[in-house]
């Protein structure tokens, strides 16, 4: 009993209960040393862990814990660094032993990173030039352009002109409108300064225009340089053409031989991504004086541009809501009375409104060189990765051996980034090369003011790394996840090459460049096609050998017709007439009539062509009904139309002649006397608007002439001589009428070039690609096309089957290619009213050409491999 009463009361030691250190310290502590000595190390972290929670507490203890983790992080950051360098320093020797060890298959691959990247910056140089414009002003977010909607010829349309009075009356009756500002179109005036004569283009402004814009003047006070009639602000470039060091300031210019102006300011000239381009503002008083121009005819619309400064804080939309009662007021309700709108500053240069005078560009274009430049960059990317998988069983037992070894496949990642990389960043100097030797050129082809200063730009900078990071990315990709994940087991027992089921990684990709390729061609084939139509399209005029000459001086428009007689004395002018503009220049001039029968109060918008007797019969017009002008009717001077067959089909006549209407403004009525063919005043761009032809001798601005072809030159001094003769004041300028209307094609003949170099040097680095899986695939089957060889194989079958493949590719290529080409171009093509269609003959163009190229870049190589000697390759078998 005392033995179990001592066992009752002895007291057992007490069992210490385990105590866990943070779980997230644990983790950061493994991450953080090195798997040699982890093992170790935790397990005294863990005794000394334990030991402070039992002596003292477990905060202490946890805190303990963490204290280590700061005590690690040194040495491991100093170890990290050191084996980065190390491991990167070994990455780079290895990368740039295999391009040193295969400088065919790395050459192929630079250059076409290099020329594709080199097209991709210049598009994006391009692009964000042009996506700039109008940046540079303070003001650019409260800036906003008046728009009318007006009934025009072809119907309602939406326009950036505006009547004259528009502008007083906001500035005077809203108060959202803290200032605002007319300018025109350009006006061709006569500069004299001594002996020296010029002809400049002006534009008139209001005293408000530098308030609201910013063109900053070197001399001269913006508030007041244009507040006095006949004063103007020149820019830099006139100030040295016409005083060369000296300041202008205060000197003044003859204009048209008649005023004195005076120079107020010089400004800067005007930036490239400006909208309004020019380099001699005049007063808008001065037009005024000018032109007796009265500004209260709210119905009146010529070349006159409303620019708005909201006040701080305005809202635009509650100033477009005013708009109805501002006309309201303006404009009695028997009237015609229009809408007016706004338009914000920086849609102006994407605007596609008529009657411009923005420097404007279709947003579609951008969108358009924006998919060609990453479709280029795309195809240089899979040529990258085509030539690394295909070359991949060459650097299986590399990956293998390395496995073998030790080598992680994070590790073998890294290193084909880091080749991949390193090949973008050789590509990035090689395309930065490329881009500052075509740089100027292209500038001259686009006419635009690019720039490339890579040291001075930083945003640029980290572009065009960012850009060679992502290329270097991209393309090292899919070699990288692929050829690190092979099994060393399977690649040193060589069973890697067998074939998988399905398209393999290179077939996609191969199919991918080829419908990216015959995008392009068939873009390019459309354009051209639309081009061509245009320019060939039947004008429904004769332009040959007629030359247009601008009546400059006022007293030889008086003189229309004497001077009209003396020019065609000489025989080889075969006829003359006088017009309001020439058909490459429009009509200018859009009128309301009322004909007979209409309901009172409607009218009818028409384009109005002012024309002598002798206009139709010198540019060849076909007269389908009545008569022509003839000096023997006086009434034909301002009371007889002749009608296009538009405006007869508009009027719902079927017999116009003798019908009666007149004009809206002035009440001068006129009846119908002839009917003409439909001709085009304006480009093709355009559809063929209502007109209406009439004499009005007062309102002639060109002397037209047809010229034989015998004696051009002759022809041409004797005009000159003759306007010596009759304006001896002016300098004599002539253009032909038929070179002027193809001028304005230059914007779409620019387009389609640049569609063909893009495409061209698309289908350049696809076929770099195709040479080199070619020369490949050869290399591979150099022993298989032995042993055909000794068989009896010829050498048409072999490249047959060596081409094969990539036949098969082009086909598929183009059954994904046609559809995506036809939507994108059937778009395109809806933006001109008269347009051709996408014929048969451009699919089948596009995917014979694309086939041909694929073969011809093939069959080298493959005849190559064909014509060799078996034995060289069955040698050592």
């Not at 491991?87 to 780079?92: A, E, G, R």
């Not at 395309?431 to 490339?452: A, D, G, H, W």
């Not at 004009?663 to 001068?668: P, Y």
């Given at each position: 009993?005392s033995?179990?009463r001592?066992m009752?009361?002895s007291t057992?030691?007490?069992i210490?209960?385990?105590?866990?250190?943070?779980k997230?310290?644990?983790r950061?502590?493994?991450?953080?040393?090195d798997?040699?000595?982890c093992?170790?190390?935790?397990?005294?972290?863990?005794e000394?862990?334990?030991?402070?929670a039992h002596?003292?507490?477990l905060?202490r203890a946890?805190?303990?814990?963490?204290i280590?983790?700061f005590l690690i992080f040194p040495?491991?950051?100093?170890?990290l660094?050191y084996?980065?360098?190390?491991m990167l320093?070994?990455?780079?020797?290895?990368a740039?032993r295999?391009?040193q060890r295969h400088?065919?298959?790395?050459?192929?691959k630079i250059?076409?990173?290099s020329?594709g990247?080199?097209?991709c910056i210049?598009?994006?140089?391009?692009?964000?030039?042009e996506?700039?414009?109008?940046s540079?002003h303070?003001?650019?977010n409260?800036i906003?352009?008046?728009?009318?909607e007006?009934?025009?010829?072809h119907?309602t349309?939406?326009?950036?002109i505006s009547?004259?009075?528009?502008?007083?009356?906001?500035?005077?009756d809203?108060?959202e409108?803290a200032?605002?500002?007319?300018?025109?179109?350009?006006y061709?005036r006569?500069?004299s300064?001594g002996e020296k004569?010029?002809?400049?283009?002006?534009r008139y402004a209001?005293d408000d225009?530098f308030d609201i814009?910013t063109?900053p003047l070197i001399?001269?006070d913006p508030?007041t340089?244009?507040e006095?009639?006949f004063?103007m602000?020149?820019?830099?470039t006139i100030?040295e053409k016409?005083f060369?060091?000296?300041?202008p300031?205060?000197k003044?210019v003859l204009?048209?031989n008649s005023?004195d102006y005076?120079?107020?300011?010089?400004?800067?000239?005007?930036p490239g991504?400006s909208?309004?381009r020019?380099?001699?503002l005049?007063?808008?008083s001065?037009?005024?004086?000018?032109?007796r121009?009265?500004g209260?005819?709210w119905?009146?619309?010529s070349?006159d541009y409303?620019?708005i400064l909201?006040a701080e804080?305005a809202?635009?939309i509650?100033l477009?809501?005013?708009?109805?009662?501002?006309?309201a007021?303006?404009i009695?309700?028997?009237?015609?009375?229009y809408?007016l709108?706004?338009?914000?500053?920086?849609d102006?240069?994407?605007?596609?409104?008529?009657?411009?005078?923005?420097?404007?560009?279709n947003k579609?274009?951008?969108?358009?060189?924006?998919?060609?430049?990453?479709?280029?960059?795309?195809?240089?990317?899979?040529?990258?990765m085509?030539l690394a998988?295909?070359?991949s069983?060459?650097?299986?037992k590399?990956?293998g051996?390395r496995?073998v070894?030790g080598a992680r496949?994070?590790?073998?990642i890294k290193?084909?980034?880091?080749?991949s990389?390193?090949?973008a960043i050789l590509?990035?100097?090689?395309?930065?090369c490329l881009?500052?030797l075509?740089?100027?050129?292209f500038?001259?082809?686009?006419?635009r003011e690019?720039?490339l200063?890579?040291f001075?730009?930083?945003g640029?900078?980290?572009?065009?790394?960012?850009?060679?990071?992502?290329?270097g990315?991209?393309?090292?990709?899919y070699?990288?996840?692929?050829l690190s994940?092979?099994?060393?087991?399977r690649v040193?027992k060589?069973?890697?090459?067998k074939k998988?089921?399905g398209?393999s990684f290179r077939?996609?990709?191969s199919?991918a460049?080829?419908s990216i390729?015959i995008?392009?061609?068939f873009?390019?084939?459309?354009?051209?096609?639309?081009?061509?139509?245009?320019?060939?399209?039947?004008l429904?005029?004769?332009?040959k050998?007629?030359?247009?000459i601008?009546?400059t001086?006022?007293?030889l428009?008086?003189k229309?017709e004497?001077f009209?007689s003396?020019?065609?004395r000489?025989?080889?002018i075969l006829s003359a007439c006088?017009?309001?503009?020439?058909?490459?220049?429009?009509t200018?001039?859009?009128?309301s009539f009322?004909?007979?029968?209409?309901?009172e109060?409607e009218s009818i918008?028409?384009?109005?062509?002012?024309?002598d007797?002798?206009f139709?019969?010198?540019y060849?017009?076909?007269?389908?009904?009545?008569?022509n002008?003839s000096?023997?009717?006086l009434t034909d001077?301002?009371?007889a139309f002749?009608l296009n067959?538009t405006a007869?089909?508009?009027?719902g006549?079927?017999?116009?002649?003798g019908?009666?209407f007149s004009e809206e403004d002035?009440?001068?009525e006129?009846k119908?006397?002839?009917?003409?063919k439909?001709f085009?005043?304006?480009?093709?761009?355009?559809e063929?608007?209502?007109?209406v032809?009439?004499?009005?001798?007062y309102q002639?601005s060109?002397?037209?002439?047809?010229?034989?072809?015998?004696?051009?030159?002759s022809?041409?001094?004797?005009?000159e001589?003759?306007w010596?003769e009759?304006a001896p004041e002016?300098?004599?300028?002539?253009i032909?009428?038929?070179?002027?209307f193809?001028?304005y094609?230059?914007?779409?003949?620019r387009q389609?070039?640049l569609?063909?170099?893009?495409s061209?040097?698309?289908?350049f680095i696809s076929?770099?690609?195709?040479?080199?899986?070619?020369?490949f695939t050869?290399?591979?089957?150099?022993?298989?096309?032995g042993?055909?060889?000794?068989?009896?194989?010829?050498?048409?079958g072999?490249?047959v089957l060596l081409?094969?493949?990539f036949?098969?590719?082009?086909?598929?290529a183009?059954i994904?290619g046609?559809p995506?080409?036809?939507?994108v171009m059937?778009?395109?093509l809806?933006?001109f009213a008269y347009?051709?269609n996408?014929?048969?003959?451009?699919?089948v163009?596009s995917?014979f050409?694309?086939?041909i190229i694929?073969?011809?870049?093939?069959s080298y190589?493959?005849i190559?491999?064909a014509?060799?000697d078996?034995i060289?390759?069955?040698r050592?078998?």
């Amino acid at each position: 009993m005392s033995l179990k009463r001592e066992m009752k009361n002895s007291t057992s030691p007490k069992i210490e209960k385990k105590i866990s250190p943070p779980k997230l310290a644990v983790r950061i502590i493994e991450r953080l040393l090195d798997p040699n000595v982890c093992y170790s190390a935790m397990g005294d972290f863990e005794e000394r862990f334990q030991a402070v929670a039992h002596q003292n507490s477990l905060f202490r203890a946890k805190l303990f814990y963490w204290i280590q983790i700061f005590l690690i992080f040194p040495a491991f950051t100093k170890n990290l660094l050191y084996w980065s360098v190390d491991m990167l320093k070994n990455y780079l020797k290895i990368a740039l032993r295999i391009i040193q060890r295969h400088k065919g298959y790395s050459f192929i691959k630079i250059s076409g990173l290099s020329i594709g990247m080199a097209c991709c910056i210049l598009i994006l140089l391009f692009m964000r030039f042009e996506l700039s414009f109008d940046s540079f002003h303070t003001n650019k977010n409260r800036i906003y352009r008046v728009l009318s909607e007006l009934d025009l010829a072809h119907g309602t349309e939406i326009v950036p002109i505006s009547a004259i009075p528009v502008a007083p009356a906001l500035k005077s009756d809203l108060q959202e409108a803290a200032y605002v500002t007319r300018i025109t179109g350009d006006y061709r005036r006569l500069f004299s300064i001594g002996e020296k004569k010029f002809f400049e283009e002006i534009r008139y402004a209001d005293d408000d225009f530098f308030d609201i814009f910013t063109f900053p003047l070197i001399t001269g006070d913006p508030k007041t340089a244009l507040e006095e009639p006949f004063s103007m602000v020149i820019s830099e470039t006139i100030a040295e053409k016409y005083f060369g060091k000296s300041d202008p300031v205060g000197k003044t210019v003859l204009v048209q031989n008649s005023q004195d102006y005076k120079i107020t300011g010089v400004m800067k000239n005007v930036p490239g991504n400006s909208h309004l381009r020019f380099d001699i503002l005049v007063s808008f008083s001065s037009r005024n004086n000018e032109e007796r121009v009265k500004g209260n005819y709210w119905d009146r619309f010529s070349n006159d541009y409303t620019y708005i400064l909201l006040a701080e804080g305005a809202d635009p939309i509650e100033l477009k809501n005013k708009f109805p009662e501002f006309m309201a007021k303006h404009i009695p309700v028997e009237d015609d009375r229009y809408n007016l709108h706004l338009q914000s500053l920086k849609d102006i240069h994407f605007s596609r409104s008529n009657y411009d005078i923005a420097q404007r560009i279709n947003k579609d274009y951008l969108y358009a060189y924006s998919a060609i430049a990453i479709f280029i960059l795309i195809i240089a990317c899979i040529n990258f990765m085509n030539l690394a998988t295909a070359r991949s069983s060459s650097r299986a037992k590399e990956v293998g051996i390395r496995k073998v070894v030790g080598a992680r496949r994070a590790q073998l990642i890294k290193q084909f980034f880091t080749e991949s990389v390193l090949l973008a960043i050789l590509s990035l100097f090689g395309s930065v090369c490329l881009v500052m030797l075509f740089l100027p050129k292209f500038n001259q082809y686009i006419r635009r003011e690019l720039t490339l200063d890579v040291f001075s730009d930083i945003g640029l900078l980290l572009g065009l790394l960012a850009i060679s990071l992502f290329v270097g990315f991209v393309s090292g990709s899919y070699p990288a996840l692929v050829l690190s994940a092979f099994k060393p087991a399977r690649v040193l027992k060589k069973t890697l090459d067998k074939k998988a089921k399905g398209l393999s990684f290179r077939a996609v990709t191969s199919v991918a460049q080829f419908s990216i390729s015959i995008v392009l061609i068939f873009a390019t084939a459309v354009v051209y096609a639309q081009i061509h139509y245009m320019k060939k399209k039947d004008l429904g005029f004769d332009a040959k050998q007629i030359i247009s000459i601008p009546l400059t001086s006022h007293s030889l428009r008086e003189k229309t017709e004497i001077f009209k007689s003396e020019i065609l004395r000489n025989p080889s002018i075969l006829s003359a007439c006088a017009s309001f503009g020439t058909p490459a220049s429009g009509t200018g001039s859009g009128r309301s009539f009322i004909p007979e029968g209409y309901p009172e109060g409607e009218s009818i918008h028409m384009e109005t062509l002012f024309i002598d007797h002798d206009f139709i019969e010198t540019y060849g017009l076909t007269l389908i009904r009545g008569r022509n002008f003839s000096r023997e009717f006086l009434t034909d001077t301002e009371h007889a139309f002749i009608l296009n067959e538009t405006a007869a089909k508009k009027l719902g006549w079927d017999d116009p002649i003798g019908k009666r209407f007149s004009e809206e403004d002035s009440g001068v009525e006129a009846k119908v006397i002839g009917v003409v063919k439909d001709f085009h005043f304006e480009l093709t761009l355009y559809e063929i608007a209502p007109m209406v032809l009439t004499l009005r001798p007062y309102q002639f601005s060109h002397i037209s002439a047809k010229i034989g072809l015998e004696d051009v030159s002759s022809a041409l001094t004797f005009l000159e001589g003759k306007w010596r003769e009759f304006a001896p004041e002016y300098p004599f300028e002539y253009i032909f009428v038929d070179e002027e209307f193809d001028m304005y094609y230059n914007f779409e003949r620019r387009q389609g070039q640049l569609f063909t170099y893009c495409s061209i040097l698309a289908i350049f680095i696809s076929c770099m690609g195709i040479f080199g899986l070619a020369s490949f695939t050869a290399e591979k089957r150099t022993k298989e096309i032995g042993i055909r060889k000794v068989l009896g194989a010829s050498v048409s079958g072999i490249v047959v089957l060596l081409s094969r493949e990539f036949v098969k590719w082009v086909l598929v290529a183009n059954i994904i290619g046609w559809p995506i080409a036809y939507f994108v171009m059937n778009r395109w093509l809806q933006s001109f009213a008269y347009r051709v269609n996408i014929g048969v003959w451009i699919f089948v163009f596009s995917a014979f050409l694309v086939l041909i190229i694929a073969l011809l870049t093939v069959s080298y190589q493959s005849i190559k491999t064909a014509l060799a000697d078996p034995i060289n390759s069955l040698r050592y078998e």
